[in-house]
């Protein structure tokens, strides 16, 4: 793990100036595009029974609110920030990145998580793109055109990637690919997918090598079953690629590469899913606060009470120091370090924390937690998925462990 620097080039705690500017105009942004486009669909957004076809599919009319935050977003520069600008980033640190993240998160306002790009959209294995692949794919994904999805999780293979089943061979001077993924966050709605298969066996290519991502477009896949999470129903589906032939132009970076190239980029998913746990369990800790003051049991408001207020107070210590383990992860990324270790502390304990937090507050608002439309309980199922994605808890403390020098 990276130390901190103390003395003159010590750490600094403030918000610059770019961060400072990008969280005033993202406020502007949530208030006057996306809010709006939230408050017309209302219950819409927020309850599956009403935002999703009979099949499981989201709505149409789901579908466009979204696409039309992802395009505003894109105008306004905000929607691939943290990309280099050749492919049309705005090339912020990791700091502002992070920060931006957890500023989102922490407003409550539906729709705002999809003001950063997420798995469908730009990330840097993507910003690999060359020749031809850079205006098929890449460039209308930053603009927020088109859509995708990264394929890498099986049905018998999820933690343990790389021993995955997914193969493309060589027949002639095309890839032949066959297999399953499932869990493929977007793919209903993609235009396209980033897939990992295996292209060399193990035992030539060793354990991470010997793995390709390759460009498959929507009408050569077959989508099968919906992966319906609890609190992320309708946008994770099984996906068949059943003989897909593919040019190389179809190969995304280095031919038996793509596990090595994933993993460079490893710590940045965990940072984006910390900063948005961590903004997550911000906005549950207000809601509690002013809850806690109004709601009154026994003639008194229930905050008055330590079995409430020392929930509250736990909260906001755990929230504090994950968002200093966020921003020290953020500020090694950019001192040029990899950060795996520092990504995997920030990972587990923010979403632990989410967790924790999100029942808390759930358990403060008694019967009223429960209800579908003050949103707790859709936290508490969105915190429960961010302990599996991005690496489980046990795949983290594995890594922190090994880090040890620990057997895992
Ligand atoms: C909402 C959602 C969205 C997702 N989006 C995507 C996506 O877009 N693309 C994609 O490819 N995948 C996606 N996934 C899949 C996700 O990445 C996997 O579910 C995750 O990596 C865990 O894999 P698994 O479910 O196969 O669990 P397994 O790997 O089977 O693990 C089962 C349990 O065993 C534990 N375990 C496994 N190995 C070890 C070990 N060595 N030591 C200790 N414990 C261990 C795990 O921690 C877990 O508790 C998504 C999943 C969900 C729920």
């Not at 003639?299 to 020392?310: A, C, D, K, L, T």
């Not at 090694?332 to 502390?345: C, N, R």
């Amino acid at each position: 793990m990276a130390e901190a620097t103390g003395g003159a080039s010590g750490v600094a705690f403030d918000t610059d100036e770019e961060t400072r500017l990008i969280q005033q105009s993202l406020d502007d942004f949530v208030e006057q595009e996306v809010a709006p486009i939230a408050d017309e669909l209302g219950e819409t957004l927020t309850n599956p029974r009403l935002g999703h076809e009979p099949d499981g599919r989201l709505t149409d009319e789901v579908i466009e609110a979204i696409q039309e935050v992802r395009q505003k977003s894109a105008e306004a520069g905000f929607y691939a920030m943290n990309l280099p600008e050749d492919v049309g980033g705005e090339n912020v640190s990791t700091v502002t990145w992070y920060q931006a993240n957890k500023h989102l998160a922490s407003k409550g306002t539906p729709l705002t998580e999809q003001v950063l790009a997420g798995p469908e959209g730009p990330k840097p294995l993507l910003a690999q793109a060359e020749g031809g692949q850079i205006e098929r794919y890449l460039d209308p994904v930053v603009r927020a055109e088109k859509s995708t999805g990264f394929g890498q999780t099986e049905p018998s293979v999820g933690s343990d990637s790389p021993n995955m089943a997914t193969r493309a061979e060589r027949d002639g001077d095309e890839w032949v690919l066959n297999g399953t993924k499932q869990w493929i966050t977007n793919a209903p709605y993609a235009d396209f997918l980033q897939v990992f298969a295996r292209t060399t066996p193990q035992e030539e290519a060793g354990r991470y090598g010997g793995i390709t991502c390759f460009l498959i477009e929507a009408d050569e896949y077959d989508i099968g079953t919906l992966n319906n999470a609890v609190g992320s129903e309708g946008l994770q589906a099984e996906v068949h690629f059943d003989n897909v032939r593919l040019s190389d132009g179809r190969v995304l970076g280095e031919v038996d590469n793509a596990f090595y190239e994933a993993m460079g980029f490893l710590s940045l998913g965990r940072v984006e899913i910390g900063a948005q746990a961590i903004g997550n369990t911000e906005w549950l800790l207000d809601q509690a606060i002013e809850y806690a003051n109004e709601r009154e049991a026994f003639g008194r408001p229930i905050g008055e009470f330590q079995g409430v207020s020392h929930k509250i107070a736990e909260g906001r210590a755990k929230a504090y120091a994950a968002d200093a383990a966020g921003l020290r992860c953020a500020w090694t990324i950019d001192q040029g370090e990899q950060a795996i270790a520092d990504s995997s502390v920030l990972k587990w304990f923010a979403t632990n924390t989410f967790w924790e937090v999100a029942d808390d507050v759930v358990q403060i608002h008694g019967g009223n937690g429960l209800a579908e439309e003050n949103g707790l309980m859709d936290r508490l199922h969105e915190a429960r998925i961010f302990r599996i994605v991005e690496g489980t808890d046990e795949i983290q403390l594995n890594t922190i462990a090994g880090q040890e020098g620990l057997g895992q």
